[in-house]
């Protein structure tokens, strides 16, 4: 994808107009700063307290990574015994689906009981939150191969491990990225979702001792971080994809240009 | 010379639930070892489905098909099989494609890397191979296909509408491509189209089949001189010959008036 310069003026052009906006409404209409400061005052939390969130935001960000890999690896794992096993799709598959109907962020408050105070609860949660996308989509993936293509594949005499390893697997790429996608920002939310519940640092922890002491501009400065974090891993995401499995995003736009 | 493929007295039904549709009736048909058959027939007559019986993919309901004398009993060895869509791994290259059937059979890569490549040039690919499926039109995506089915040197081709989703210039083009392949190595071909002018100027011998329940009609040897080329798609014994299995695909269908109507 190319970018002109317009497609970089245009929105950076809109965003400095929406600060000033801000700015000078917020003076006109006075409306209190705990309520909604001036992104000036955002900006002199964000430098004055730059240590203290890049402290908490690194315990925040390792606690959705770790929730987002162990996810990863339990989710792709389960995803192809689940496509493979006739039993465990009749056994475990109803369970998980059960466990699907819950809302995952409810389980913070037991976590703490089972798991504890510290980081490996809000890794859990995190990890709760990002296996299902993880899961759903890799057994899509799995499945969704076209049936000539293990016509194929009987034809030639294909092993099971090969139609595995060489159709199934490289197929599912796709799926499974979208899923990883949606499950990275998911964990985020997981981990500072646990963090609200029972926690002695993170950014969860910090928003509430902002909000406690109400300091709105640190919390709103907060978000933004959360913001480009979720971003950067979602980025981070789509480079590898590029590489891993070009064709899942190229394929409709070289089709549509040729 | 014997026939390599024998169809006897096949029967396909396909039952779901209380259900069942009844594809083939008694289909017999045999192909001499190292000629070009096409089954014709309209849409839903169960020419794929007699297809893929042949391949071992699908078992008959009843009946039997030998190949070389042996019952079909699974899966062939040394099937070459080309599909209506190209069927290729969106991950691998035009040459990591091709090469596919000899690494699912796990024979010498070295020794069948130069006959992919010689595939590949007789296709005009040459300076495609490490190029990667969504980067090929449609037409380049099929010769890919059809590499693919020749790379280990099948005995029998087996092509399933290998050109019916491709524009009419292209598949003329593969068509006369197809013909140059099978002239140099004489593969027993068995090739499915609902393309009258397609089956009769690719054909040794055509099958005309019936709708569903699919049954054979009539088998026609169609005895124009080889090579093949476009003019004589204008002499008269070509015409009369698609005409004359247009007549016979008419009044199966019990639609007269389609035979004096259609222009195909």
């Not at chain 1, 899961?135 to 090969?162: Q, Y």
């Not at chain 1, 990225?177 to 963090?195: M, Q």
């Not at chain 2, 309209?42 to 297809?51: F, I, R």
């Not at chain 2, 990591?96 to 796990?106: C, Y």
Request: glycine share 6%; with cysteine.
């Amino acid at each position: 994808m190319k970018f002109s310069l317009k497609d970089i003026a245009e929105p950076l052009i809109f965003f400095v107009i929406l600060l000033l906006l801000w700015e000078v409404l917020v003076e006109i209409i006075k409306i209190p700063a705990f309520i909604l400061p001036p992104p000036r005052d955002l900006y002199v939390a964000f430098v004055d307290k730059f240590y203290i969130l890049y402290k908490h935001a690194l315990v925040t960000f390792m606690e959705a990574v770790g929730g987002f890999a162990l996810s990863f690896v339990l989710g792709v794992t389960f995803a192809v015994s689940v496509v493979y096993s006739r039993h465990l799709q009749n056994t475990i598959y109803p369970l998980i689906v059960i466990l699907y109907a819950m809302p995952k962020s409810a389980f913070a408050p037991l976590m703490v009981i089972w798991i504890g105070y510290g980081l490996f609860s809000k890794i859990a949660i995190a990890f709760l939150v990002a296996f299902f996308p993880i899961v759903v989509n890799t057994v899509v993936g799995l499945k969704e191969v076209e049936p000539e293509l293990l016509d194929l594949a009987r034809i030639n005499r294909a092993s099971e491990l090969d139609v595995f390893a060489k159709i199934r697997l490289p197929n599912s790429l796709p799926y499974m990225f979208a899923g990883i996608k949606v499950a990275l920002v998911l964990s985020v939310t997981g981990a500072i979702v646990a963090e609200f519940v029972a926690a002695n640092e993170g950014l969860g922890y910090l928003i509430l001792q902002a909000n406690y002491s109400l300091d709105t501009a640190l919390a709103l400065v907060i978000l933004l971080i959360l913001a480009l974090l979720s971003l950067l891993l979602f980025m981070a995401v789509e480079i590898l994809q590029k590489k891993m499995a070009p064709w899942s995003a190229e394929v409709r736009q070289l089709e549509g240009s040729f | 010379m014997a026939p390599l493929i024998e169809a006897e007295e096949v029967f396909k039904i396909f039952k779901s639930g209380a259900k069942s549709v009844q594809a083939l009736e008694r289909v017999s048909f045999d192909v001499e070892q190292g000629s070009f058959v096409s089954l014709v027939g309209p849409s839903g007559c169960g020419k794929s489905t007699l297809l893929k019986i042949v391949s071992g993919l699908l078992p008959a309901s009843s009946g039997s098909v030998s190949v070389a004398g042996r019952r079909v009993e699974g899966p062939l060895e040394n099937v070459g099989m080309v599909f209506q869509s190209p069927v290729l791994l969106k991950w691998k290259s035009v040459l990591g494609n091709i090469m596919l059937p000899v690494e699912f059979a796990r024979l010498d890569r070295t020794r069948y890397l130069e006959k992919a490549r010689a595939l590949v040039r007789l296709v005009g690919l040459e300076g495609f191979e490490e190029m990667y499926p969504y980067q090929l039109s449609g037409g380049m995506q099929q010769r890919v296909s059809l590499c693919r089915a020749l790379v280990t040197d099948p005995q029998i081709l087996l092509m399933d509408e290998p050109f019916g989703a491709l524009d009419a210039m292209t598949r003329d083009e593969l068509d006369i491509e197809l013909l140059k392949i099978w002239d140099g190595k004489r593969k027993t071909a068995l090739f499915v189209t609902h393309n009258i002018q397609e089956a009769v100027f690719l054909s040794d011998a055509i099958i005309v089949m019936s709708p569903r329940p699919g049954r054979v009609i009539e088998r026609l040897a169609i005895d124009l001189p080889r090579p093949r080329s476009f003019e004589m798609m204008s002499s008269s014994k070509f015409c009369d010959t698609t005409l004359r299995i247009r007549g016979m695909l008419a009044s199966a269908s019990g639609n007269p008036a389609a035979a004096a109507g259609s222009t195909t």
